[in-house]
């Protein structure tokens, strides 16, 4: 019980009960997130199942009944009578999969090599260093495409759809370690020369025992101010690749892919099939920004 | 005559989380022209707030909410932003602690002076660059013409601290404050700085307010003083009264914790203000702890030129680089159950020694011996670890931030594979009811405690592993001087009790005085003398070593405390070469 | 400071070199080098000649080398998917995008710079909660459905500006500028603004957050203790001091701008670098994308490094001159 009292009561607790922003943000980005999670369960209709769709269905506008089948939909349908909703949940599905899964294989490479860099300094310093430099010459972006790129040549045309979202994911993750790293170099390069790290080499424990046990829990601070940075970044580079055509395909089409399709109908007249999808991008980004920028100012120890 | 700056009853108080913190409550005190008025007391007593409040410098949220600040007769603390702006430099200043960061990195000297003296005095810019150059050659600096257009990262700190001077005086205040403005600089060049302010406090006829924790600043430089306890006044008058005859109770103990040097104490006087902390449960701690035998003729440590270099300037070429000898050549022994003390100035190496012995340094030449056993840096050393341990500086660093108390205490006895399980829960709660902190103490984590608290924790970490030796890397220098007093009692005992050796590094020669049986004086790496504390304190050999003895602040005006449970006083050193 | 340089300087050349050795790679391991080369129309004899002039054979390091020597002349083969020589293909594109990123970094940096002063400043007034409100949603709106969303206000609702193509351009000796027709100008609006508007808010956000540290440190208290009027502590010393990190990270910025330059020419279909390179991925066209990165490598590495030299005659501690 005092455990959680504890933390109830923590300063970052506090704060977060009295901002309004944080609330909402974490509101929005937890029911997104649900919806993404339980879309199988919740989606009116399977999006991806050609028995339920109806060619029919098509171009119908939200909320009002189609001429044909008199097929009732919310967000209204695709040019090949796929329910909107649906769609979106099942693409919020990809988008927040692969947003989280780079962020994940950024963030552990970040930090690992962060650690490594801080605490052995050195050569081991200077080449991870070097390599981020290098790295970091380039946006990550382009990385990221290049990456892509290379996957794309090296793999052969009929398991390309099925290993994209992984390359996807790669790519981004691959792009992104080295905001982690520098990070996590400067906090260690800190924390070593803090007097525990020498008591805990004074009774022996190993480098590796003093990074993880008593280095690490000291540098995660600005980590998670990145992280949620880097989420929604990693979505939108995410939604910028797949918009692009260079990233999660037809067959798992992400919200950047649906944005895709929708932009060829806007012109058109059909608006819903771009805006919703845009609109539930924009929502997923913006609340991962904002609970970003709070945790930063959060966090920050000279604020308070 | 008319005070040059009057504050009456000034409350400040900062609203927080968890209510209204008053950090000043009604403290009254007065600067007349050319005095130097000292404000002392230990952390959190308030005296920085009270100098950012009369410069309106408060950090938000803390807000002046009752009280007045007259400066010339005008009332100042209700002025508006821009009006006390305007009074900012022309009428008062004031110089910071810390004289690395007080300088903006990327203007010049001459820029910085003469951009605050064409703000505040309606000069040429000729004129300007005129005054400024006087200035640094009044603040004493070498070559002022060259170094005028030097930036400040190309000055040494206690060069850097005088610019900053020049730089405060340069607007011609009539009152200047002072926080801590020789605490960030070594103890040679202290004195230096201090006595340029008195200087030019009287050559000017300049009102200083000098805020300060050490009692041997306000005994040397002060005219008046006032003395602080958690915002409030305790007791204010002439420095000569007010350190010789105090009256306070807050003022008599804070004097007697002060170690002197001019006698050697048998325990240190605690000050029993506001409440003691539990006691230091010795006794029981001894009874159940394996005492070594101890010889006292016998060595327990033999140190043979220990050699440490670190590499100043990389390079590629390895005849391009530039080494520095951190340790060149130390050899001394340390006698079984006796207190051995290294002292010198800051870079001096000697907790690069500490360190060293420590196994955390690999040295690059030398020998140590422990118990007559070779101590070879990368083999299996769990055994020497399970006898030695340290004590560290810094109470805010020493102690893991997010580990519970009780795992900090644990972890040494864990990993050397002494105790498990039960018998180590049972160690820690015993060993933190033993320091006077309880055993529940060890469900909290270090920020819920003080400093001397915290390093009561650290003292109980190393005592979990029941050690022979312990080194004490300048244990209480970053503490108050009640606390310090706390903690080197408890040494003391620790090390009477438990037959403990020990390696006690200090920069604190007072305290150094106190506290060792022999006393290793080093200079940049290398040991310039070694004697008996008394013979060094009373006929010191080498010439380093009479200079750090002269070094010493001049505590005679202080009241001797009550000795009559303390050792008699031996006789008064001879006045130094 | 000098070793400073030096070593920067090394490390570009490194950095090339490497960039040069994955172009290289993707050359020779990727599909067909033959094909590469000489396109789809050739004979077997040319083939065979190619094999020998190629020195498929010879070791990797020698054909790396060939390589990069080709490279420095300009010679990068033959685009796979068009049957023309890289070399022309990449002179032809790149104004477009030159101009674009040209006009989008002035945009960017120069109201990024401005707008991040003012919210630091006056961080406290409403303007700048509204700025930064809005700063936040433009952070979190990736770019191309900036670029979308203008289209769709600019040309189709309102008919004002183009929403393709670089209108009527100019051919100045080899390059063709956009800048001196109207409908040259008014077709870089939009695309300037979309490319723009998303970097000047990372700009903007990180010369706030920069200044408000710079603005926290003690030398700015003891400028204000001094008697120093804020507009003074504020645009003279604080401004200076932001400025040193910010130049590194603007530099950056630069080249995250040609990066994002693929994005909206590829919404606005403009024909520059970025479209090329898009269609070359899809198309999987090695030597274009092999081109397309070593150019842009080298445009990064050069900004890089005045961006570093820069920083070194801007800070005076990093001359390294001795203390005292």
């Not at chain 1, 845009?278 to 980004?285: D, E, G, Q, R």
């Not at chain 2, 140190?303 to 390079?315: S, W």
């Not at chain 2, 890397?473 to 706390?486: C, F, G, H, M, N």
């Not at chain 2, 200090?506 to 305290?511: E, N």
């Amino acid at each position: 019980m005092s455990r959680l009292y504890r933390a109830w009561d923590s300063d970052l607790a506090y704060a977060f009960r009295h901002s309004p922003i944080a609330m909402f943000a974490t509101l929005v980005v937890a029911l997104l997130v649900l919806g993404a999670v339980f879309a199988p369960l919740i989606a009116p209709h399977d999006p991806f199942d050609p028995a339920t769709l109806n060619l029919m269905n098509g171009f119908t506008a939200p909320g009002t009944p189609n001429a044909f089948t008199g097929d009732s939909f919310i967000l209204g349908t695709d040019n090949q009578g796929r329910d909107m909703l649906s769609t979106i949940l099942y693409g919020m599905r990809v988008s927040l999969f692969v947003g989280v899964a780079a962020v994940s294989l950024g963030m552990v490479i970040g930090i690992t090599l962060g650690l490594i860099a801080g605490y052995r300094g050195g050569w081991t310093d200077t080449l991870i260093m070097r390599v981020a430099d290098v790295q970091l010459t380039f946006p990550s972006i382009l990385v990221a495409m290049l990456i892509f790129g290379i996957a794309k040549g090296i793999t052969p045309v009929e398991y390309r759809d099925q290993v994209a979202i992984w390359v996807l994911i790669l790519a981004i993750g691959l792009s992104d370690w080295v905001q982690f790293a520098r990070v996590v170099r400067g906090a260690t390069l800190v924390q070593k020369n803090k007097e525990y790290v020498q008591a805990a080499q004074l009774i022996g424990r190993s480098g590796t025992a003093i990074m993880l046990r008593h280095i690490l829990p000291n540098v995660l601070s600005p980590v998670l101010v990145i992280a949620t940075i880097s989420l929604a970044l990693a979505i939108i580079a995410e939604a910028t690749l797949s918009f692009l055509g260079i990233g999660a395909p037809p067959t798992q089409p992400s919200l950047g892919t649906l944005i895709r399709v929708g932009q060829g109908f806007l012109f058109s007249g059909e608006w819903w099939i771009l805006f919703f999808p845009a609109c539930t991008l924009l929502a997923l980004a913006l609340s991962v920004n904002l609970l970003g920028d709070w945790l930063r100012d959060a966090l920050n120890p000279r604020l308070k | 005559m008319t005070p040059l700056l009057e504050i009456k009853d000034l409350t400040v108080e900062f609203p927080t989380r968890r209510g209204i913190f008053t950090a000043v409550d009604k403290a009254s005190l007065s600067v007349a022209p050319g005095e130097i008025h000292g404000l002392v007391g230990e952390s959190g007593a308030g005296k920085s707030t009270i100098g950012a409040a009369v410069m309106g410098l408060l950090q938000r949220p803390g807000h002046i909410t009752g009280g007045t600040i007259n400066l010339k007769g005008r009332a100042v603390s209700g002025l508006d932003r821009s009006a006390v702006q305007a009074l900012r430099g022309r009428e008062i200043s004031m110089i910071f602690q810390d004289p690395l960061t007080s300088l903006n990195p990327l203007f010049t000297v001459r820029q910085q002076l003469v951009e605050t003296i064409t703000t505040h005095l309606d000069v040429t810019q000729t004129e300007a660059n005129q005054r400024a150059l006087d200035l640094l050659q009044r603040v004493g600096i070498p070559e002022p013409e060259m170094r005028l257009d030097h930036y400040p990262h190309q000055f040494s700190g206690g060069m850097r601290q005088r610019v900053v001077i020049a730089l405060v005086l340069c607007s011609e205040p009539d009152v200047i404050i002072a926080d801590e403005p020789t605490t960030a600089l070594d103890v040679s060049v202290q004195a230096q700085v201090l006595d340029l302010i008195k200087d030019l406090a009287r050559e000017r006829q300049v009102g200083v307010i000098l805020i300060t924790h050490n009692m041997g600043v306000i005994a040397n430089t002060t005219d008046h003083v006032t003395v602080m306890y958690r915002g409030q006044v305790m007791e204010s008058g002439p420095t000569a009264q007010v350190l010789g005859a105090p009256s306070h109770a807050y003022t008599k103990s804070l004097i007697a914790a002060v170690p002197r040097p001019q006698i050697k104490q048998h325990r240190f006087a605690q000050v029993s203000f506001g409440g003691r902390e539990t006691g230091f449960q010795i006794a029981d701690l001894a009874r159940n702890w394996n005492k070594p035998q101890v010889d006292r003729a016998k060595p327990l440590f033999q140190i043979e030129a220990l050699t440490k270099r670190f590499l100043q300037k990389p390079a590629l070429l390895p005849r391009n680089r530039h080494y520095l000898n951190a340790v060149d050549g130390v050899s001394f022994d340390i006698k079984q159950g006796e207190v051995f003390g290294i002292v010198g100035e800051s870079g001096s190496g000697k907790s690069t020694v500490a360190r060293l012995i420590g196994g955390l340094h690999r040295p690059d030449a030398g020998h140590l011996f422990f118990d007559k056993k070779e101590i070879v840096a990368g083999a299996d050393l769990t055994a020497y670890r399970r006898q030695i341990q340290m004590i560290f500086q810094d109470p805010y660093s020493s102690l893991n931030p997010r580990m519970r108390v009780d795992q900090i205490i644990a972890e040494p006895a864990r990993h050397l594979g002494l105790l498990s399980g039960k018998d180590l829960r049972h160690r820690v709660d015993e060993l933190l009811d033993r320091v006077g902190l309880g055993s529940a103490a060890g469900q909290k984590y270090p920020h819920e405690f003080s400093g001397g608290q915290r390093q009561r924790i650290s003292i109980a970490r190393a005592l979990a592993t029941q050690p022979r030796f312990l080194i004490c890397d300048e244990p209480t220098s970053a503490l108050d001087v009640s606390i310090q007093a706390q903690i080197l009692n408890i040494l003391k005992d620790l090390q009477e009790h438990l037959n403990l050796t020990m390696l006690f590094i200090s920069h604190d020669l007072p305290v150094v005085r106190q506290m060792c049986d022999r006393v290793g004086v080093i200079q940049r790496g290398q040991l310039v003398e070694v004697a008996q504390t008394e013979t060094l304190f009373t006929a010191p050999r080498h010439p380093y070593s009479r200079h750090l003895l002269s070094l010493m602040p001049r505590l005679d005006e202080l009241a001797t405390p009550d000795l009559t449970t303390l050792s008699a006083p031996v006789a008064p050193r001879p006045a130094p070469a | 400071m000098l070793s400073y340089i030096l070593r920067r300087v090394v490390q570009s050349v490194v950095v090339l070199l490497i960039v040069g050795l994955v172009a290289f790679s993707m050359f020779r391991f990727m599909g067909d080098p033959i094909d590469n080369l000489l396109g789809v129309e050739r004979t077997v004899e040319d083939i065979d000649r190619l094999r020998a002039i190629l020195g498929l054979d010879q070791p990797f390091v020698v054909q790396y080398v060939k390589f990069i020597g080709n490279a420095m002349q300009g010679n990068f083969g033959v685009s796979y998917e068009q049957g023309r020589p890289v070399s022309a293909i990449l002179a032809e594109r790149a104004p477009a995008t030159l101009e674009l990123a040209l006009v989008s970094g002035l945009l960017a940096i120069g109201l990024g710079i401005v707008l991040g002063v003012y919210t630091a400043i006056r961080r406290d007034g409403w303007a700048a909660h509204v700025i930064m409100t809005v700063s936040l949603v433009g952070v979190s709106l990736p770019t191309f459905l900036i670029g979308i969303l203008l289209i769709y206000v600019f040309s189709v609702e309102l008919n004002w500006l183009p929403s393709f193509g670089r209108g009527d351009t100019t051919d100045l000796g080899g390059w063709s500028t956009g800048f001196l027709t109207t409908s040259g100008l008014k077709a870089l609006i939009l695309p300037a603004i979309t490319l723009g508007l998303y970097q000047m808010t990372l700009i903007m956000r990180l010369v706030r957050s920069e200044m408000l540290e710079v603005l926290r440190q003690d030398y700015i208290s003891f400028a204000r203790a001094r008697g120093l009027s804020e507009r003074v502590i504020n645009f003279r010393h604080a401004l200076k001091n932001t400025l040193v990190p910010v130049i590194t990270v603007t530099g950056l910025q630069i080249g995250s701008i040609i990066a994002f330059a693929i994005i909206t020419e590829t919404v606005f279909q403009w024909p520059g670098l970025g479209l090329l390179f898009i269609n070359a991925i899809q198309f999987v066209d090695i030597p274009v994308m092999a081109a397309y990165l070593m150019l842009i490598s080298v445009m990064f590495v050069a900004i890089n490094l005045l961006v570093d030299l820069l920083y070194v005659a801007v800070d005076p501690r990093m001359r390294g001159e001795a203390s005292q």
